[in-house]
């Protein structure tokens, strides 16, 4: 299975137990009837990005979901956190891209975000065969992959948060979330199984309908008087007396 869609999202969630503040982060990023199931970082060749409203669409309560994710949770009072999944995507749409995950503390949603897509960008420049110094800011080494013609494009879905102030726990939550195309396929199927119920109704309701009223209520009272049962006083005087001679 290769999936052809992903799309991205993120959230936030407060509460005072940690796995139920991790909960209220899926919510917000509409995952939390799904079961995550976290996978390496590969983008797979001509994939297809989504936008969030599409792919949340395509996903059914209870499915497996294959994701690309990170979270980061903490409890102390006005403590920055953030979580992040970065994205490089190759010129090359026959080739695979990489996705990074990474967490911290202390960091915005920028720093942090970098940070994740420097990681995937790096990977795949490795991969491709693009020489640069690794010592260099990422500002510098992002032209030098972009120069190179061989990356088309990077980006980062990064959300970042500061503790509750009461000490509640706080989690943050990114991901870059697959879409099974195997959903739409089984969907279709049920709705055309629908479609020929109806068809079928139609045309039995048709059929009856284009009957002679006679035809109808004779019939009617045919089958009335072969399904209704005799009561127990009709049952007492037409029933034969057995015989014991």
């Known amino acids: 299975m290769i999936p052809k869609k992903i799309f991205y999202t993120k959230g936030v969630g407060v509460h005072r137990e940690k796995l139920a503040s991790f909960e209220m982060a899926l919510r917000v990023a509409g995952l ?4 995550l199931v976290l996978v390496s970082s590969i983008f797979p060749p001509g994939c ?11 996903l059914r ?18 403590r ?15 080739m695979h891209g990489y996705l990074s995950e990474h967490h911290s503390f202390g960091e915005t949603d920028e720093r942090a975000g970098e940070y994740a897509e420097d990681l995937a960008a790096s990977m795949l420049a490795t991969t491709l065969g693009i020489e640069f110094n690794p010592e260099l800011d990422w500002d510098e080494r992002e032209q030098i992959f972009k120069m190179s013609g061989k990356i088309v494009r990077t980006t980062n879905i990064t959300q970042s ?4 102030k009461d000490g509640l726990w706080t989690t943050v939550f990114a991901a870059a979330v697959f879409v099974n195309e195997d959903t739409a396929v089984l969907d279709t199927g049920k709705s055309n199984g ?7 109704e139609d045309i039995l309701r048709q059929s009856i309908e284009a009957q002679p009223d006679s035809m ?3 019939r009617l009272v045919q089958r009335t008087d072969k399904l209704r049962k005799p009561t127990s006083a009709e049952s007492f005087v037409t029933s034969p007396k057995k015989s014991f001679s």
């Not at 309560?61 to 006005?78: K, L």
């Open 32 to 35: 939390a009837h799904c079961n």
């Open 48 to 58: 297809k990005v989504v936008p969030k409203e599409e792919g949340l669409k395509a």
């Open 161 to 164: 948060a500061i503790g509750n």
């Open 216 to 218: 109808n209520s004779s």
């Open 80 to 94: 920055l956190i953030a979580a992040s999944v970065g994205v490089a995507i190759p010129a090359d749409p026959s």
């Open 194 to 200: 629908s479609d020929r119920a109806s068809l079928q």
């Open 61 to 78: 309560p209870g499915e497996i979901v294959f994701a690309i994710y990170d979270r980061e949770s903490t409890n102390e009072p006005n």
